[in-house]
């Protein structure tokens, strides 16, 4: 578990944008869809940048149980500064829960995969992108797929 929380540190690093408007939410959330169907999965995503919802999908076969998972996986991203995967490897890893050590209600934050800071250069987080209806690491892989098919688009 101890390497697989390293590669998040490095993934966390590596995955962010130089700058990130509304035409890039919309570029990342349709690049997170494609990546959902090409694997045949059905997700809910959001892209939220200050507090400002930028994108927002959910796909057929997802459930509205799917938006308040992503409202929690957020809050623990937005709480943390870490894809909300990292959080919850490392506290399991520590033999903890989000709520006995850090008092957050489970109402309010959940320890799954599928929330990730949205990370600008010279400005830190400036939001979340979050994906859900799958398991934790299917919904975290999803999201760093595109992620990174998005990034390196943009490198070139």
Not at 67 to 84: A, L, Y
């Amino acid at each position: 578990m101890r390497e697989r929380i390293r590669e998040m540190e490095l993934e966390e690093q590596e995955l962010r944008f130089g700058q990130f408007t509304s035409e890039t939410a919309l570029e990342v959330g349709m690049a997170i869809i494609e990546e959902a169907k090409n694997r045949g999965k059905s997700i809910t995503t959001e892209i939220y940048r200050s507090g400002q919802r930028l994108f927002a999908h959910a796909m057929e076969g997802t459930h509205k149980d799917n938006e308040d998972w992503i409202r929690r996986k957020n809050n623990v991203v937005n709480h943390f500064g870490e894809s909300s995967w990292h959080v919850a490897l490392r506290v399991t890893e520590e033999g903890k829960t989000l709520e006995e050590h850090y008092g957050l209600p489970l109402s309010d934050y959940v320890g799954a995969g599928g929330g990730f800071p949205l990370f600008v250069e010279g400005e830190g987080q400036v939001g979340t992108l979050t994906v859900s209806g799958l398991s934790d690491q299917e919904d975290h892989d999803i999201l760093v797929a595109a992620l990174r098919q998005v990034l390196h688009q943009v490198q070139k």
